[in-house]
Nanobody, 122 residues
């Protein structure tokens, strides 16, 4: 089992930065690919970014490319999402996920956090 706890969400204005954290506990964190997803009200959960467990290779959704950065600290069992130049359409609940395979589909991830709310006002 892997337990994931997100933090860092909040209410910000358009153009502001925000950094999310996801603390992992349980099984060896460094063996898992990590990802961030988000879900806006009335919409399906969508992929935001992912990072592999080895080499730290990253991949982003087109909607956040160039603005968001995913990173991980295996020593601290934590994955981060630095969000810059936030837009109102970035509003949603952000979820951290862990899985054996780095993918963009939610079904590839076995463990999920409870989510943290990000609200971007215009």
């Amino acid at each position: 089992q892997v337990q994931l706890v997100e933090s860092g969400g909040g209410l910000v204005q358009a153009g502001d930065p925000l950094k999310l954290s996801c603390a992992a506990s349980g099984r060896t964190f460094s063996n898992y690919a990590m990802a961030w997803f988000r879900q806006a009200p009335g919409k399906e959960r969508e992929f935001v970014a992912r990072i592999t467990w080895s080499f730290g290779r990253t991949f982003y959704a087109d909607s956040v490319k160039g603005r968001f950065t995913i990173s991980r600290d295996n020593a601290e069992n934590t994955v981060y999402l630095q969000m810059n130049s936030l837009k109102p359409e970035d509003t949603g609940v952000y979820y951290c996920a862990a899985g054996r395979v780095a993918a963009i589909g939610a079904t590839a991830y076995d463990y999920w956090g409870q989510g943290t709310q990000v609200t971007v006002s215009s």
